[in-house]
Every structure is written in structure tokens, then in C-alpha cells.
């Protein structure tokens, strides 16, 4: 089950990225709305047409978008099979084979919150995340607002659900 997945990982790991409880509902949130109510394992389209779209390095893989907030981008793969999980203590190498990402659940979950810990945007997620700053953490994941009032409404739901 997706949501299990993702509340598994949320729970194991999110304090590990500097994620406070309030701040992994934000980004369970996050999740929920990025993978379609945790439907989606991998970005529509996989990545044709997008600079990642391509076989890239030693492995020839595409490092599109997979997990419920898409990991893209070898450097990613590589940077999170590396230098992330091993830290976790998993023994998972998603740089040689991204797929599993996309068809184990529990690893592409995993991966989704790896990214928070690479720095840059990840970072700047954590911190909007912790703040309850819904926009800031949508635009750190995506680059925008899209979808806007589904991730409020799902915030909202959940943080409502924490306080019941």
C-alpha cells in the first residue's frame, strides 16, 4: 500500500532531514498530491522530451521522475544511492537501477525524501515545511503553484486529523 509506504518512511527517516512532526504532514501532503492520492509511481510521459529523458551514465538508465515526489536527474539517483541511503543504513543502489523506485514503493518513498536532504531545494523544502509555509514547500518541490488548492485542502485535512 502507497500511503503505508510513505507513512512507513515518513516515520523512520523524516527527523533524519530535519523534518519536525508538523512538517512531515506537510510533506505527506506534498506527496498525496504530487503521486495522484498515491496512485502514481512515475512521472507521465517519463521524462520524454525533458533533459532527463535520456540514457545517461555508466548503468544507460532514464532518471525520470519516479517516486511520490518525483526524483529526476542521474545526479540525484547517484547523490541519494551514495551518499543518502548508506547513511540510512539501506543497502539499495536506485543510480543502477532506478526502476525500483518506481516499482517498490517503500524505495521510491524513500528516495522522495532522500531529495530533501540533498541540499538546494530539498533544504529550502524542510525549512517551508517545518514554517507550515504550504507555498514556499510546493514551489521548492515543483517550481511553482500548481495544484495549489488541492495541496491546501489536503494540509488542511491532515493537520485537522493530527489534532483530533
Known sequence: DYLA????VLYNYGSRVGLTERGQLLVLAQMAHESGNFVYTAEIGKGRGM?????????NQIYYGRGPIQVTHDVNYKKIAKEIFP???IDIDIYANPDLCENDLTVGCAAS???FAL?????????????????????AINGGTRGLNDRLD???KLLALANA
Open 5 to 8: 509506504a510513505a507513512l512507513l
Open 154 to 156: 489536503k494540509t488542511k
Open 51 to 59: 533533459p532527463y529523458g535520456v540514457p545517461k551514465g555508466p548503468y
Open 87 to 89: 547513511l540510512w543504513g
Open 113 to 115: 525524501l532522500a531529495w
Open 119 to 139: 541540499g538546494g531545494n530539498g533544504r529550502r523544502a524542510v525549512v517551508c515545511a517545518n514554517n507550515g509555509d504550504v507555498i514556499g514547500l510546493s514551489k
